[in-house]
């Protein structure tokens, strides 16, 4: 669940991928991509409308979140879908 400090609202922190695991960055995205996200924080799985940064042959960077509150994080390739950048996000069930 996200936090509110002051007069903002922070999401909450994802976990990133480590070094490792995400491995050598093969494409950077210039101008970042938008696309669809699943994101792991510490007591929940949440779908965000994202911008991809850069990419590994296993890992995305993503960005999301707007302001203070932008952060970024790596994920699972797998983890992540394109968007039109006019595209709404879905309904979810």
Do not use: C, N
């Amino acid at each position: 669940m996200g936090v509110r400090r002051r007069d903002r609202w922070l999401p909450p922190e994802a976990f990133s991928l480590s070094e490792e695991a995400r491995g050598v960055v093969r494409h950077e995205f210039d101008p970042p991509r938008p696309v669809y996200a699943w994101l792991q924080t510490s007591d929940r799985l949440i779908r965000v409308d994202a911008m991809a940064l850069a990419a590994s042959d296993d890992a995305v960077l993503v960005e999301w979140g707007s302001g203070q509150a932008k952060t970024s994080a790596w994920i699972w390739r797998t983890a992540v879908k394109q968007r039109r950048d006019d595209e709404s996000r879905p309904p979810t069930m």
